[in-house]
């Protein structure tokens, strides 16, 4: 297949798209220099107006909700359809809960402190936002990708810098378009290009939210650590599901075959391994194989159930996966082929699947589910568990207590019993996972730490000098003795004879200054 530069081609049917200019390392500098000037008189707006420019957003996105899914459409080959389906249709009700989410997150908390530790003092822990966020987005979900750093960055008060892959340019300077329209000038920049951009930006904003591949992502940790900026890392997956004997297996299967094909599998939560136990195992393989066969790829032209793979070297991970895959033994049960005049690649179920094969280790990230067979569901679990990922994971069983007791021993950041991936569009749920899934935390509360910083703010009202303060002398040592006997369980007794030795230190201490 010829080469193409990123971004140069619609996938569904190689058509060619108006290249889009990278940004030089000055312009990377520029806008966020510009971001950062917008954003002192940003962070200066109470909660409320910062919250009504969200829903401006919104409504501004929705007003061209036709334009600008035929711009993503054109540069990821997927339906006008399936892209407003996946990308716009729940950002209002998204919003709105990660408005509710930023308030509780950016409450000031009080200080506790005790009378008589602390006498005359208060105190209050406040959120600030940390300056300018560089979000830097893979191409797999054009929109999504920013949707779950932009509310929350900006309800913090942050001024914003958008680098959208080199895939999926276009997408990315719609949304900084319409920021443009709502929000100050500025406030929200735009840079284009590759790694080397992306880069550029991790070496001038304050804080990076990165979301791609864990190959990238570790030279984005590597260099945010020289500059001591905080990063989060929402990184890629292999998500696994185990399908136990005693499910519904019809709606397990097209539940597995949903969330295994939602965007073609490029998805970090796509389901790409499946543990079945052999009890079922013939009569599930059938019936996903038989749903699996059903969907239709994206050529350009027709309706479709799944769009093509992105761009070319995705294609290749794919093929290469079946291919070893077959070799090594593995079924072909639905699929197996690619089609279409651009990208595509049929819908791909492989049984009789092994822990060795890459298509059960490494990420695929495209339309094909390989399905384990194994023993029993402590079997499937510990297979689940043996990967270098871990972002969602599922049980699929009628048996619900069974199947919430094992899914909380995957090892992953988001659990479901009979669903999956899902949460990924709820902005009060941690999106997270572990091992090299990566740090990152996306949505919830939980992800204010790369947003803002804990500023704590004390005030003395300087009435009196503290009671350990300097000098050492005979009073200091009765008051220590005093507040170790209280920590031993001391009465009444300890608690007036300490009040009446921080009155006498305070005159004490006063004598230094005569
Ligand atoms: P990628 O790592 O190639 O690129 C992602 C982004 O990072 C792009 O904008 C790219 O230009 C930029 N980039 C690349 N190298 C960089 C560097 N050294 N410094 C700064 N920026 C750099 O990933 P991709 O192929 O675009 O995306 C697919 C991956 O994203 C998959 O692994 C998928 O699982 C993962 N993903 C994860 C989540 C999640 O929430 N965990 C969500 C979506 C996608």
Known sequence: MTAHAPGSINPADLKALEPVKASTP?????????ARTAQANWVALPLATRADAMRAL????????????????????????????????????YIETAIVVAKEALAPSKVRLSMLDFPGKKGVTEAVPRGVIGIIAPWNYPLGNFW???????LSGNGVVLKPSEHTPRTGAFLAGLCAE???????????????????????????????????????????????????????????????????????AIGVAQWAMHNCGQNCAAIERVYVEEAIADR??????????????????????????????????????????????????????????????????????????????????GPVIAVVRVKDAEDGLKRANDSRYGLNGSVWTTNIERGAALVRRMEVGVGYVNNHGFA?????????????????????????????????????????PDAWWIPANAELTQFVDALI??????????????????????????????
Request: proline share 4%; charged share 25%; glycine share 12%.
């Open 26 to 34: 000055d312009e990377v500098r520029a806008a966020v220099a510009t």
């Open 58 to 93: 919104g409504q501004a996105v929705l007003a061209k909700a036709d334009e600008l899914a035929k711009v993503m459409s054109m540069e990821t080959g997927r339906s006008v359809v399936e892209c407003k389906a996946s990308e716009l249709t729940s950002l209002v009700p």
């Open 148 to 154: 779950k750093s932009l509310f929350p960055a900006l």
């Open 182 to 252: 709502v929000m100050p000038k500025g406030l929200v920049g735009l840079v284009q290009g590759a790694g080397e951009v992306g880069q550029a930006l991790v070496d001038t904003a304050d804080a990076i939210v990165f979301t791609g591949s864990v190959p990238s992502g570790k030279r984005v940790a590597a260099r945010a650590a020289e500059r001591l900026i905080p990063t989060s890392l929402e990184l890629g997956g292999k998500d696994a599901a185990l399908v136990l004997a005693d499910c519904d297996l019809d709606r397990t």
């Open 284 to 365: 599930f393989v059938a019936t996903l194989s038989k749903v699996v066969s059903k969907l239709r790829v994206s050529t350009g032209d027709n309706e479709s159930d799944l769009g093509p793979l992105q761009n070319a070297a995705q294609l290749a991970i794919v093929e290469k996966h079946v291919e070893q895959a077959k070799a090594k033994g593995a079924k072909v049960t639905a699929g197996g082929a690619r089609v279409g005049p651009g990208l595509g690649f049929q819908a791909t179920v492989l049984d009789h699947c092994s822990d060795d094969m890459d298509v059960v280790r490494d990420e695929t990230f």
């Open 424 to 464: 990924g569009i709820l902005a009060d749920v941690p999106w997270t996972g572990v091992k090299e899934t990566g740090p990152g935390v996306a949505a919830s509360t939980h992800s204010y730490g790369v947003f803002t910083r804990p500023r704590t703010v004390i005030i003395d009202s300087g009435k009196q």
């Open 485 to 514: 006997a209280r920590g031993r369980g001391g009465g009444l007794g300890v608690l007036l004879k300490l009040g009446g030795l921080v009155k006498k230190r305070a005159a004490a201490i006063r004598e230094l200054a005569r």
